[in-house]
């Protein structure tokens, strides 16, 4: 199973671009990156997925090496509204059953 | 609006209770999924369903049970088998169990014991 690991907490500014960066260096050939979005006592809520180069959505971008290695989740300008954890995740390929580690607790201050 | 509900979103339990928790989503989709979720850890999977009466064992499945009568409605039973039930459960949903459909999430039901 491929595992990720992630930053335990980052802190920001608003208006700074954030850049969370997810290891992975067992990813297998069909796996997919996922990154989710938690707040307090709240359901994750999808943000972006990619399976290579880049992938960018009205909320954040994605990066992905040639090599899958790893994987950068992008957020522009970030707001107070952005403080929460933040999942990587690389689906297994047994379906889409979807291992969450511990994720990245973003701070953004003012 | 499509969404998935879980209710209610504070539970309080006796010892040696069982208690069902609701997930009920109108998105129409076939897969459903249940998680766990205590403080600051990251969520782990309980029973995944891909279509109706039909669902699985996940990660952490001893104490929970469940069913899925119509496809709409996953709910959770959290037996007295549980030991350590007081956590945070999030029930999801996906159109499908393909590995690039993204999961939709409730809002939660915080379980606490009594």
């Known amino acids: 199973l491929a595992k990720t690991t992630q930053p335990i907490s980052m802190d920001s500014y608003e208006g700074q671009e954030v850049n969370i960066t997810c290891s992975h260096n067992n990813i297998a050939t069909n796996d997919y990156i996922t990154w989710y979005q938690q707040f307090p006592s709240q359901g994750p809520r999808f943000i972006i997925q990619g399976y290579k180069t880049k992938v960018t959505n009205e909320v954040a971008s994605l990066f992905i090496p040639a090599d899958r290695k790893s994987s950068t989740l992008s957020l522009p300008r970030v707001s107070l509204s952005d403080t929460a954890v933040y999942y990587c995740l690389v689906n297994l390929n047994a379906g889409n059953m979807l291992t969450f580690g511990g994720g990245t607790r973003l701070m953004v201050k003012p | 609006d499509g969404g998935i509900t879980q209710s209610p979103k504070y539970l309080f339990r006796k010892e040696g209770q069982n208690v069902t928790l609701s997930c009920e989503q109108n998105?129409?989709?076939?897969?459903m999924y249940w998680y766990r979720q205590d403080p600051g850890q990251g969520l782990r999977l309980i029973y995944y369903?891909?279509?109706?009466?039909?669902?699985q064992k996940g990660d952490i499945a001893e104490g929970y049970s469940v069913s899925r009568e119509k496809k709409e409605s996953f709910p959770l039973t959290v037996t007295s088998a549980q030991k350590n039930p007081t956590a945070f459960y999030l029930c999801?949903?996906?159109?499908?169990?393909?590995?690039?459909?993204?999961?939709?999430f409730g809002d939660g039901t915080r379980l606490s014991i009594l």
């Open positions: 998105l129409n989709h076939d897969a």
């Open positions: 999801a949903s996906s159109p499908g169990t393909d590995y690039f459909q993204p999961q939709h």
């Open positions: 369903s891909q279509i109706v009466n039909d669902f």
